[in-house]
């Protein structure tokens, strides 16, 4: 039988939000925005899917435009 096991994924992030919450707490009187962008999991797999050749990205584009534009605000 086995057991249940963390993914390794999981335990790195939760370090990671861990290390930045910890930082921070601790800064002086500034403030700071975390933002925290979920895309989804696309494992490197760009798969076709019959369109013209040039808009063949499997959302890669969109994806980019999007973050770019948050992160430019």
């Known amino acids: 039988m086995h057991g249940y096991q963390i993914p390794k994924s999981w335990i790195a992030i939760s370090v990671f939000i861990g290390i930045m919450s910890s930082t921070l707490s601790f800064s002086e009187n500034s403030s700071r925005e975390l933002v925290i962008v979920y895309s989804g999991n696309?494992?490197?797999?760009?798969?076709?899917?019959?369109?013209?050749?040039?808009?063949?990205?499997?959302?890669?584009?969109?994806?980019?435009?999007?973050?770019?534009?948050?992160?430019?605000?």
């Not at 899917?49 to 992160?71: I, M, N, P």
């Open 42 to 73: 696309t494992l490197g797999e760009l798969k076709p899917c019959g369109c013209a050749k040039e808009e063949d990205q499997g959302g890669f584009e969109r994806r980019s435009t999007y973050l770019k534009q948050v992160f430019a605000n």
